[in-house]
């Protein structure tokens, strides 16, 4: 599956390029936001700004990932505007939050197995591959046969901090292990309501799967570094701005449909958001501090 692979990578790093864009405990949400609204406040603590320098590691086999995307970004930049006595209320508009790929390294070797786990592989990944930087962000991007502790069930990627300062990211791959759960709209969902699938719109199920799943961890990232930013619930199980949101993608959204999404005429597959070279992504809602409503790109 090295072509698959080599999708992965490339819809991740043109995801990133357009973006320029207390440890996580591994309890899935049973939070429906078709059902319930959330209270996302800020318990504060503060939010990551400015330049965020990321390192990516590549995790086993050859794994490689890659709208309007500047609106969406612009609804988490708004975060900042949001916490309380923030020195830039009131301004017209949020300072920017730029995206850079500081480093990427691949360990094609299974270092520390093929089953992640928070306590222990995890923070381990992360400080042989930053050399403890506190200024990199890792984001672990796993190949189809690592099993990461904590996913697909309830969220398909996780964050958490390492040694209470620096944050991460961990994006498990559902090809095999569990698309009925992390493959959705693009695979049929193992529980609720059997509605609509859609084709993937890179026509690759993994890859553009894994990038709904980034977008949603860097998002709830972003707004929650250190557990102690914007969530609803409670600290041991935060609920972010992008899980608040989770399975919706376009507005008229229902428990089996995700919402009015534009089709590709040529390969059938599902989009709201461009990005670079024409790429197309399918990129979930997120809750808006502004209008305290999960907001889409259509």
């Given amino acids: 599956m090295a072509s698959s692979s080599l999708s992965i990578r490339l819809l991740s790093l043109a995801l990133f390029l357009f973006l320029l864009f207390t440890p996580s405990l591994s309890h899935g949400h049973s939070y429906d936001p078709f059902k319930s609204k959330p209270v996302i406040t800020h318990h504060g603590g503060p939010l990551l700004t400015g330049t965020l320098n990321l390192a990516l590691i ?3 086999g050859r ?9 969406w970004w ?11 006595r923030a020195a830039h209320h009131g301004r017209h508009r949020d300072p920017k939050i730029i995206v850079n790929v500081a480093k990427q390294v691949a360990d094609r070797s299974y270092k520390y197995g093929k089953i992640l786990t928070s306590v222990d592989f995890i923070p381990k990944l992360v400080h042989d591959y930053t050399n403890e930087d506190p200024r990199l962000i ?9 099993t990461v502790q904590g996913l697909c069930s309830g969220k398909c990627a996780d964050h958490g901090v390492v040694d209470n300062k620096q944050p991460y990211i961990i994006v498990g791959n559902p090809e095999t292990e569990c698309p009925g759960a992390c493959g959705w709209p693009f695979h049929e969902a193992d529980d609720g309501p059997k509605g609509m699938v859609l084709q993937p719109p890179n026509l690759n199920l993994a890859a553009d799967a894994m990038v709904i799943a980034l977008a949603t961890a860097l998002a709830d990232k972003v707004t929650n570094p250190l557990n102690t930013g914007f969530y609803h619930g409670n600290q041991m199980n935060p609920l972010g ?16 449909n995700p919402g009015n999404v534009h089709i590709d005429p040529t390969t059938g597959g599902g989009f709201n958001a461009h990005g670079n070279k024409g790429k197309k992504f399918l990129l979930p809602a997120i809750w808006n501090p502004r209008t305290s ?4 790109l259509m």
């Fill in 58 to 60: 590549w995790y086993g």
């Fill in 63 to 71: 794994t490689n990932l890659q709208p309007q995307v500047s609106s």
């Fill in 74 to 84: 612009q609804v988490v930049e708004s975060y900042q505007s949001a916490v309380p």
């Fill in 138 to 146: 890792p984001i672990i991007v796993t190949a189809r046969d690592v």
């Fill in 241 to 256: 701005p992008g899980l608040a949101c989770k399975g919706i993608f376009g507005g008229g959204a229902f428990p089996g």
């Fill in 293 to 296: 409503s999960c907001w889409t």
